[in-house]
């Protein structure tokens, strides 16, 4: 199973740059790297996708080395209202079935 | 479009009850998803489907059985409800496999077991 690994969690200031990275050594080849969002009492919410090099959205960015085994998310310039867990979630292919691996998340925390 | 919508959206059961976790997307997705979320912790998938009549077992099956009779209905049957079942469940669907395509999320079921 593709395991993800990320921090627990970080700490941030309004108008920084936050970059969250996620370690996946043994991502399925075929598979992309997905980010979600998630605030208190809600469903996750999807933030961005990629497969390789850096992907950039309306909110953020997504970079991804030649190896893929890790990603980076990047949220530029956080407001209060960025404070959630973030999971980065990689698909996995097992025999017999395929499953998807949430791990425990980031939890970001933006200070004033 | 509504997205996806579960209900009830909290239900407090005895152990030993049974209940079904409704769950419906009309985004004509194939692929739909149930998770369970324990305070503080990330999402464990218990069941998946990729299409009507197909089902699968996630990584936390036990205690748990669900049905895909249609495209849009994904229900999740606890037969005998236990305090260890306590959690916050998300429905979720894809329009592919979740590796590769965005998921969409319900509001979740509060579920309390006592």
């Known amino acids: 199973l593709a395991k993800t690994t990320q921090p627990i969690s970080m700490d941030s200031y309004e108008g920084q740059e936050v970059n969250i990275t996620c370690s996946h050594n043994?991502?399925?080849?075929?598979?992309?790297i997905t980010w979600y969002q998630q605030f208190p009492s809600q469903g996750p919410r999807f933030i961005i996708q990629?497969?390789?090099t850096k992907v950039t959205n309306e909110v953020a960015s997504l970079f991804i080395p030649a190896d893929r085994k890790s990603s980076t998310l990047s949220l530029p310039r956080v407001s209060l209202s960025d404070t959630a867990v973030y999971y980065c979630l990689v698909g996995a292919v097992n025999t017999g079935g395929f499953k998807t691996i949430f791990g425990a998340g980031t939890r970001l925390f933006v200070k004033a | 479009n509504a997205g996806v919508t579960q209900t009830p959206k909290f239900r407090i059961l005895k152990i030993g009850q049974s209940m079904t976790l409704q769950c419906t997307q009309d985004m004509n997705h194939n692929y739909m998803y149930w998770y369970r979320q324990d305070p503080g912790m990330g999402l464990k998938l218990i069941y998946y489907s990729v299409g009507a009549g197909i089902t699968d077992k996630g990584e936390v099956p036990n205690g748990y059985n669900v049905s895909r009779s249609t495209t849009e209905d994904f229900p999740l049957r606890l037969e005998l409800a236990a305090p260890s079942q306590t959690s916050v469940y998300f429905c979720?669907?894809?329009?592919?496999?979740?590796?590769?395509?965005?998921?969409?999320f319900g509001p979740g079921t509060r579920l309390l077991v006592l």
């Open positions: 979720a669907s894809s329009y592919d496999r979740a590796s590769q395509e965005t998921q969409y």
């Open positions: 043994n991502i399925a080849t075929n598979d992309y």
């Open positions: 990629g497969y390789k």
